[in-house]
């Protein structure tokens, strides 16, 4: 089945460390990924996508994320991670000619101060 | 501008009550979709407008659930006689009109519904 996952349920690092989020998918035909985090009791806020061009996308907030398509990987990755970073992530993807997005089960990053 | 907005934020109900969630779209956003997100879990779609018209709803659990948009703006979930297993945090996200997908939806709140 065509999908994203998300290998780790949590992730921690301390503050100031480089940050990586992993992101899989099995899509056929060329992928539209997505990256969103979500603070506790709000909405998913978007940081990231990619559709074609550059394998590196920057995004929201210092983050950034690298296409790679031989590994079918979209890591999620901050050169110097913030306690405020502290979130719930969710990797994305657009399916054929589907408009909805299809979400992996998020990744829940915890940043120690 | 104002982004995304639903109500209520939160809606408990007794099971075999029914329910309505209300999403009020950005402005000007001509696609409307609605997705259900269960406790640690990421969300899931459940149907999708394109202004009035609902283009998608395959995601939908059951014939309990219903969505409209009547005047291609707000739009209401409508869950009929709920159960247990409707207990989640429905997410409303809007974006522009979007005829090769690459757009990115903006996500409200949500509405954590709890049925006892």
């Known amino acids: 089945a065509q999908s994203v996952a998300q290998p780790e349920d949590q992730v921690n690092v301390a503050e100031g460390n480089p940050l990586t989020v992993k992101c899989t998918y099995s899509?056929?035909?060329?992928?539209?990924l997505f990256w969103y985090v979500q603070y506790p009791n709000r909405g998913l806020q978007f940081l990231l996508k990619y559709i074609t061009g550059d394998n590196l996308v920057k995004g929201s907030y210092g983050f950034e994320a690298e296409f790679n398509k031989s590994q079918t990987s979209f890591h999620l990755k901050k050169p110097s991670a913030l306690v405020s970073d502290s979130a719930l992530y969710f990797c994305a993807v657009r399916i054929g000619s589907a408009r909805q997005l299809t979400f992996g089960s998020g990744t829940q990053l915890t940043v120690l101060p | 501008g104002a982004g995304v907005s639903q109500s209520p934020r939160y809606k408990v109900a007794k099971r075999g009550q029914d329910v309505a969630l209300r999403c009020d779209p950005i402005s000007g956003h001509v696609s409307l979709f609605w997705y259900q997100q269960a406790l640690g879990q990421g969300p899931e779609f459940l149907t999708y407008?394109?202004?009035?018209?609902?283009?998608?709803k395959s995601g939908l659990p059951s014939d309990r659930f219903f969505a409209e948009r009547p005047e291609g703006s707000v739009s209401t979930l409508k869950i009929q006689r709920t159960q247990q297993e409707d207990s989640a945090v429905y997410l409303c996200?809007?974006?522009?009109?979007?005829?090769?997908?690459?757009?990115?939806?903006?996500f409200g709140p949500g509405t954590r519904l709890t049925v006892l």
């Open positions: 996200a809007s974006s522009v009109r979007d005829k090769s997908g690459y757009n990115e939806q903006f």
């Open positions: 407008f394109q202004n009035e018209a609902q283009l998608d």
């Open positions: 899509v056929s035909g060329n992928p539209y």
